[in-house]
């Protein structure tokens, strides 16, 4: 098969001085070579494309592939990493991951939420604030985040909000830091999951529930130093019912082949669905979804293997 490849690759972005923040979900070029060469190991020609910009660029020349590998994050507004899987859709070209519409959906956090607690699914209460002054029906305390934003960003020790002047400040700063409303959430004190994802619908099934172990708040500078943090899959019974809601919540909002559901369990023990990514980092070291398949005895290899085979079963394509 032909198979396009398009990313956000980080030394791309930086040449336009963007800071390091900024590029924190972009693709270093470990990652890109690794499933480009993983591709052509497999016997298919890879074409990188790279980011949107190139991708409009190469559709308007006609270009066409059998379908897309597509890891681009994109860079401004709550529907960038929707932006390519639209512009492919409108060519009917296939891409690996969620739709235009899922993927938009599951950025906004409180949209999301708002999603899977319609469908039974159990997650904290919230409240979406868009100016620092405004209330909330929750009691104190509670967490709060940048609502449309992904590693961690402008998650801290801060975002821990025991009042309301703490939180006017937090919400103020990330406001004025991010330009997009703040998610609040009732603090949940229990214990941290993130639950890998294979597969699409009725077919998804749980790689492991990996429990996260940090003594800071795991946020952006905590997931910087990935060795820092304690990774370990678990099987008890807590961790077992944060695989079955991160599986109920993937289900729900329509996401495919391959990410990662975040649960964190309440004072009682009781997991709730926090977020969903659709759109996973793949670096073959220190990614989280990599982490999580290697520690369940999974290599790189076959990470990607299964997010093909996932993709090309739901399209009619042989892989």
Not at 35 to 50: D, S
Not at 125 to 142: Q, T, Y
Not at 165 to 184: D, H, I, N, Y
Not at 290 to 317: E, F, M, N, P
Request: proline share 4%; hydrophobic share 45%.
């Amino acid at each position: 098969m032909l198979i396009g490849l398009t990313y956000d690759a980080v030394a791309d972005w930086q040449s336009e001085g963007l800071d390091a923040e900024r590029l924190a979900e972009f693709d270093a070029e470990a990652t890109i070579a690794a499933i480009a060469e993983h591709l052509a190991h497999r016997g298919h020609t890879v074409e990188r494309i790279g980011r949107a910009r190139a991708l409009v660029a190469r559709l308007a020349q006609g270009a066409r592939w059998d379908f897309v590998f597509n890891i681009c994050e994109g860079l401004l507004g709550p529907g960038r990493e929707a932006l390519v899987p639209a512009l492919l859709e409108a060519y009917g070209v296939p891409c690996t991951f969620s739709d235009s519409l899922t993927m938009a959906l599951c950025l906004h956090k409180g949209h999301a939420k708002r999603v899977v607690r319609d469908c039974g699914v159990p997650t904290a209460d919230f409240d979406v604030l868009d100016r620092p002054g405004a209330g909330i029906a929750l009691p104190f305390p509670v967490f709060a985040k940048p609502v449309a934003e992904g590693t961690g960003k402008g998650i801290g020790g801060a975002s821990l909000c025991r009042t309301s002047a703490e939180l006017a400040q937090t919400a103020a700063r990330l406001l004025g830091r991010f330009s997009q409303p703040v998610l609040v959430e009732r603090y949940l004190p229990g214990r941290e999951f993130t639950i890998g994802v294979l597969g699409s619908g009725d077919a998804a099934e749980t790689i492991g529930v990996m429990e996260i172990v940090s003594d800071a708040t795991y946020g952006f500078a905590t997931k910087k130093d990935y060795a820092a943090v304690r990774y370990r899959l678990v099987e008890d019974a807590e961790g077992r019912r944060a695989g079955e809601v991160a599986l109920a919540a993937w289900r729900a909002l329509g996401c495919r082949d391959a990410g990662r559901v975040d649960v964190r369990s309440d004072a009682d023990a009781r997991p709730m669905f926090l977020e969903v990514n659709p759109l996973a980092g793949l670096h073959p070291v220190d990614s989280d979804l990599v982490i999580l398949a290697r520690l369940a005895g999974h290599d790189y290899a076959w990470l990607l293997d299964r997010i093909v085979q996932s993709t090309c079963g739901r399209t009619g394509l042989a892989w």
